[in-house]
């Protein structure tokens, strides 16, 4: 079974500044899907990244990239000239390529980002 | 804006009692699953849709039953709710054009006394 593991329960940031949050992940497959997940105080969870795994360019989305390591199982978030508006708790997500209509996307546990001015 | 909401907001009720919450799409996506979010879990899979009529049974779905009577409708019964059940409550879609993707609604939070 797949696993996502987020070793960072905390990190922080001052504004302007960088930070990346790291993300591992444990799978057999070839070919799968990435995702990175932004969960405000709103609680609302809003899709920042995704990433396919056959693609080896790194996934980037203004202010957001990753760090894909297919070989190491690693896909890391690098966000850059970070703003107050940031601070939120932070989801790696996995999912497999093959497509069934039930298959769940599995998180990590979150990592929580505190951005300082 | 995937155009999900979801009602209630905010729950409060006893242990014992029926409780159905209720996700509403506005653009017509077959895929509609069901989350929760519990402390230490992330979110995991109760119950999920790919249709009228068609749902089945996800990662922890015991205590759970769902019903898709209309596209735009997924709802989600707790038939006797536990403290165990409390949790936040997600409602996802998938757009057919972009299956793999998931896109969550603001969330339900429950709280069973």
């Known amino acids: 079974a797949q696993t996502v593991t987020q070793s960072q329960p905390e990190m922080s940031v001052q504004e302007a500044e960088t930070v990346t949050l790291s993300c591992t992940y444990d799978?057999?497959?070839?070919?799968?899907?990435l995702f990175w997940y932004k969960q405000p105080p709103s609680r609302q969870m809003i899709l920042v990244i995704r990433q396919e795994a056959y693609k080896q360019q790194n996934a980037t989305e203004n202010r957001f990239s990753v760090n894909f390591q297919k070989a190491a199982k690693s896909f890391s978030l690098k966000i850059s000239d970070s703003q107050l508006g940031d601070a939120a708790m932070y989801f790696c997500?996995?999912?497999?390529?093959?497509?069934?209509?039930?298959?769940?996307?599995?998180f990590g546990k979150g990592t929580t980002l505190s951005v300082s001015s | 804006d995937a155009g999900i909401t979801q009602s209630p907001r905010h729950k409060v009720t006893e242990t014992g009692t029926p409780v159905t919450l209720r996700c509403h799409q506005t653009?017509?996506?077959?895929?509609m699953y069901w989350y929760r979010q519990d402390p230490g879990h992330g979110l995991r899979l109760i119950h999920y849709s790919y249709g009228v009529k068609d749902t089945d049974k996800g990662e922890v779905s015991d205590g759970y039953s769902v019903s898709r009577s209309k596209t735009e409708d997924f709802l989600l019964t707790l038939e006797s709710a536990t403290s165990s059940q409390t949790s936040v409550y997600f409602c996802?879609?998938?757009?057919?054009?972009?299956?793999?993707?998931?896109?969550f609604g603001p969330g339900t939070r429950l709280l069973v006394l």
């Open positions: 997500a996995y999912r497999t390529e093959v497509y069934q209509a039930g298959t769940a996307l599995i």
């Open positions: 799978t057999s497959e070839s070919d799968y899907y």
């Open positions: 996802a879609i998938s757009p057919e054009r972009k299956r793999e993707t998931q896109y």
């Open positions: 653009e017509n996506h077959r895929y």
